[in-house]
Every structure is written in structure tokens, then in C-alpha cells.
DNA sequence: GCTTGACCTTCCAATGATGGGAAGGCCTAT
DNA sequence: ATAGGCCTTCCCATCATTGGAAGGTCAAGC
């Protein structure tokens, strides 16, 4: 099976299967004697596993972790199930991260008239008002830096 | 005052500060004779300003948009608060899909036992075993790609 | 005056996951 | 044989941020 073919089937792109095998992730295709990469069903059930994680929002060093106890035939499911509840957590501190960001927000937009006038508070608060707000987002980290 | 000490002040590291000004978000800096940048405090205000845009978790681009509409003595309230808004709108949207993927995590790794034993619904299920598990996940765009 | 250390400057590179594209080779159907 | 669809490698861009190297500047102490 070609990269295109693997691609379809897994929900890969090929450009990303290219990169997995460049960085390590996954092993490095068979070739054919032009040099095209080959796949079999189980590389294309391996990319479907990564896909999966990824949409679970694991990060892809995560899944290499996942991945080895995958093959790993004498692995402990507590192994297993570790992983998932690190990556529940840091799921978790994300969510909460931005519902407080949202809980500001939406505290300073409903102080806001929302008309033509100028005025408006949530200008008024990221200019440095801090006591006019909730302090929990103040000197809380970015979740995306 | 120098970039140190408006990072200080500020809350932005000095490396951040020059790319915000090479990046244009912030107008060039005065410089000294000797080519060290200077601020004042309306710049320190500006990056505070800018800084607690980020911690609310806009994009740069986004606080772009606010920091015109902050200069702009004739804006409308109602335009800041549509960028708040959806900004939140924005945020609840991450929000609702790691909420998706915390709840398959968890019903996964209720089903998974722990233990020294392989066997392992979580591997079971990345390897797309796609009917053991809620459907919200499975074809849902990851929140990080 | 000279040294030292803390600061500043610019430039370059890396991160992580992904997409875009160019230049060139391969394969298959007509 | 030719077209067009696939494949290959290589390079570049994203976004916000950090790191470092090489070199200039400032202020304090001797």
C-alpha cells in the first residue's frame, strides 16, 4: 500500500506519516525498489491508533509512550492507565484554566453597555485597573505559552 | 527606563518586548544615544495592557484589534465587547472539546483495571475498537492541531 | 583610569505539529 | 509516447516564546 493509500485509511496525512517516521515515532516504511514507501495493514491500525491519541489530545511524546506499551505484549495496564489519568489531569488544569479566563471575560463584558459610547470596563480593566476584577486570572500563566 | 526594567514592570520579558516592536503590536521604541531602547510609563502601561490580554488567552493578533480600539478616543464600547465575546465564544469551544476528551479518558480508564495484567480497554480502544466508546471524540478535530 | 559585572544590542536557531510548495522521479491508462 | 496522478526529498511558514552567541555600554569599586 502506498503513503497515499495508508493515509486515507488512517486519517493521517501523508505529510505527517513522513514526518512520525522521520522524528522516530513510528518505524521506517519498506520501500519498493523506486524508493515509494510501503504500508500493511498493521502500520495503517498503528497510524490509526496515533490518530486517535492525537484526537484524545495527547501530545505526540505521550504517544510514544503509549505506543511502546502498546507493543510491549507484557506491559501492565496500570501502566496504561496512568498515562491516561496524567493526561486527564493536565486536560483538567487546561479546562480550568480557561473558565476562569472566561469568568473574567464574561464579568467585564456584562459591565459593558455595549453601545457607542466610549466607555467601556474591560478596556478600563487590561489597562491595569486590577481591583476591579476577580484576582484568580491575574497573575495566573497563560494556558497557551 | 530600560527594556529590563520595563519587563520588570511589566510583566513581558525583554525578549517578548522587542518582538512585539519588530512584529509591530507596539510602535519602535525611543533610543538613547548609545541605541538602548527607552520607555515610559504609558509604555509600561501598554505592555501591562498587553499582558493581561495574553493571560486572558487572545492571540497576538487579537490584541492588535484591542490595543487600536484602546488608542481609538472615539470607540465603541459595543466593538470591544464583541471581541470579548468572541473571544469567550472562542474559549468555550476549546472548552467543550477537552471536556469530550477528559470524559472518553475517564470512561476508558474506568474500564481499565489497573493492574499487572496486559489486557487494557484504553490501548483497545486507540487500537479503533471505534464501538466501545462514545462517538463525540472519535471524529472530532484535536483542540491542539 | 581600569576592571568587572550587569545590562543592552542584533542575529540566528529551536521548539511542536502541521501545511504549502517546488523540482524531479515513477506508474498506469490511453 | 504522453498525460496526469502519484511519489520522493528539501525548504519554508506558521505562532509565541526562549535560548544563546558575539559584541557594545554603563555604573560601581579599586
Redesign the interface.
Known amino acids: 500500500m502506498n503513503i497515499g493509500e495508508a493515509a486515507k485509511h488512517s486519517g493521517v496525512s501523508a505529510k505527517m506519516i513522513r514526518y512520525y517516521e522521520q522524528t522516530g515515532l513510528i518505524p521506517s516504511a519498506g520501500r519498493t525498489a523506486s524508493g515509494y514507501r510501503t504500508y500493511t495493514g498493521t502500520d495503517v ?1 498503528m497510524l ?2 496515533i490518530r ?6 495527547f501530545q505526540v511524546e505521550a504517544i510514544g509512550e ?1 505506543l511502546a ?2 507493543r ?7 501502566d ?3 498515562l ?2 496524567a ?2 489531569a493536565g ?2 488544569r ?2 480550568v484554566e ?2 476562569s ?2 469568568a ?3 464579568h ?2 456584562q459591565g ?9 470596563p ?2 478600563a ?4 485597573e486590577e481591583s476591579l476584577v476577580a484576582p484568580a ?2 497573575s ?6
Chains 1, 2 share one sequence.
Open positions: 491500525q490509526r491508533f486517535r491519541a492525537r484526537d484524545l489530545g503509549l506499551l502498546w510491549d505484549r507484557s506491559r501492565h495496564s496500570a496504561v492507565k496512568q491516561a489519568q493526561q486527564i486536560l483538567r487546561k479546562i480557561m473558565e479566563m472566561v473574567t471575560l464574561d467585564l463584558a459593558c453597555s455595549g453601545d457607542d459610547r466610549p466607555d467601556c474591560i478596556l480593566d487590561l489597562e491595569g486570572c491575574h495566573g500563566p497563560g494556558f497557551n505559552r
